[in-house]
C-alpha cells in the first residue's frame, strides 16, 4: 500500500481474538489486519511488533463491522457477511469459512452492513445496513431467519438486550427501536431528536450509537449522548460532548465514548465529562475493550488514520499499531 492510501486509510471495526492475545482491525479498503498484543505489549517489544502479523483483503468496500464469536471471526462488507476461523488466522491462513448475503429486495443494490451484534439466547447474528432492515441469520443452520421491517432509512447501529430476549437498533431516521427478537416485531419507537434535551438540529436526527446494559441504553448521534432507562423509556443524563459520538460503551461506574475529536471522553453516569483523553487519529470510529485476557488487558481506539491507539491504562495512550 502506498503513503497515499495509508494517508486517507481509516479504521472502522476491531474486533478482540476470544482467547484475548489477538485484535483484528477493518480499514476503509476492504483490509483486515491482525495485530499480535501478546508480541507488542512485551517489555521486549520494537516497532516491528506494533505492525500486523497478517494482512488480508476480506471485502470490497470498507469493512465497517468486525465481530468475534468462541472460534470465528466475522467481518461484514458491501452486502455479505464472512466468517473466518481464528484458528487459521492466528496461523496466518486467510480464507474464508462462508459467505453469506442477506436477502435483498433487488439484486442490483450493495447495501453495506454498518453493524452486527450477536444474540446468544438463540445463536443468531443481527445485521443492521443500508436497506433499512435488519436481517437475522441462524449461526447455526446458515440461514437468514427473520427481517425486522419499520426504519425508513438506513440502520447504523444495533445492540442485543439478552435478559429481555429483545434487539435494539438506530438509524438515519433518527429512530431508536426495541424490538422483540422472539416475534421480530417492534415494541417501542424512540425518536431521539423529538426530546429537547437530547436535540441538536444543527448536527442532523441520525443515531449512529446505541449499546445497553440491563435496564439502561446509551444512544448519541446528531443528538448528544444519552443515557435512558428502558422502563420508563426516558433520558436521566445527557453528556456535554460536541460533535457527534460514534461508539460508546459502559465500563465498570463510567462511560466511554469515541466521535469526532481525537480523544476518548471519560463520562461519569449522571452526565458530567470526567476526562478526555488524547488520541492519534483526528477523529475516532471505533473503541474496543479487551476483556478476553486478563494479561492482555487494553483498550484500543482507530479512526481517521492507519494507527490503531492502545491503552494499558486508561488515562494515558501507551502505543500505537499501525496498518
Known amino acids: ?32 489486519a491482525l495485530f499480535s498484543l501478546s508480541a507488542a505489549l512485551s517489555p521486549e517489544a520494537t516497532g516491528l511488533n506494533q505492525k500486523p502479523v497478517l494482512t488480508f483483503t476480506a471485502h470490497e468496500g470498507p469493512v465497517f463491522s468486525l465481530l468475534s464469536t468462541d472460534c470465528h471471526l466475522l467481518s461484514a462488507g458491501n452486502g455479505e457477511v ?52 435488519v436481517h437475522i441469520l441462524d449461526l447455526e443452520h446458515g440461514a437468514f431467519k427473520l427481517v425486522l421491517q419499520g426504519h425508513s432509512d438506513y440502520i447504523h447501529c444495533v ?37 429537547k434535551t437530547c436535540a441538536r438540529p444543527q448536527y442532523g436526527k441520525w443515531i449512529s450509537c446505541v449499546t445497553t446494559d440491563s435496564d439502561w441504553m446509551l444512544c448519541g ?54 476526562a478526555q483523553i488524547p488520541c492519534m487519529p483526528q477523529s475516532l470510529n471505533t473503541l474496543q475493550l479487551n476483556t478476553n485476557s486478563t494479561e492482555h488487558r487494553v483498550l484500543t481506539a482507530g479512526g481517521s488514520s492507519s494507527h490503531i491507539d492502545v491503552f494499558t491504562n486508561l488515562s494515558y495512550r501507551a502505543f500505537s499499531l499501525s496498518f
Open 1 to 32: 500500500m502506498g503513503p497515499v492510501e495509508l494517508l486517507h486509510m481509516s479504521v472502522f471495526s476491531q474486533s478482540f481474538s476470544p482467547c484475548g492475545r489477538f485484535l483484528a482491525a477493518g480499514n476503509n479498503y476492504g483490509e483486515i
Open 82 to 133: 464472512s466468517a473466518w476461523s481464528w484458528a487459521e488466522l492466528t496461523k496466518k491462513n486467510a480464507k474464508p469459512l462462508w459467505t453469506k448475503r442477506p436477502n435483498y429486495k433487488s439484486s442490483l443494490e450493495i447495501p453495506e452492513i454498518n453493524s452486527m451484534a450477536v444474540n446468544p439466547s438463540d445463536n443468531s447474528l443481527v445485521i443492521g445496513g443500508g436497506d433499512n432492515n
Open 159 to 195: 445492540s442485543v438486550r439478552e435478559r429481555e430476549a429483545e434487539i435494539l437498533s438506530g438509524g438515519e431516521d433518527g429512530a431508536v427501536r426495541i424490538w422483540d427478537s422472539r416475534t421480530g416485531q417492534s415494541v417501542h419507537c424512540i425518536e431521539v431528536y423529538k426530546y
Open 221 to 274: 448521534g446528531g443528538p448528544s449522548l444519552s443515557l435512558w432507562h428502558l422502563r420508563s423509556l426516558s433520558p436521566t443524563s445527557i453528556f456535554p460532548l460536541t460533535g457527534c459520538q460514534r461508539q460508546a460503551t459502559f465500563y465498570q461506574d463510567m462511560i466511554l465514548a469515541v466521535g469526532e475529536g481525537s480523544f476518548v471522553s471519560h463520562c461519569l453516569l449522571g452526565g458530567e465529562v470526567k
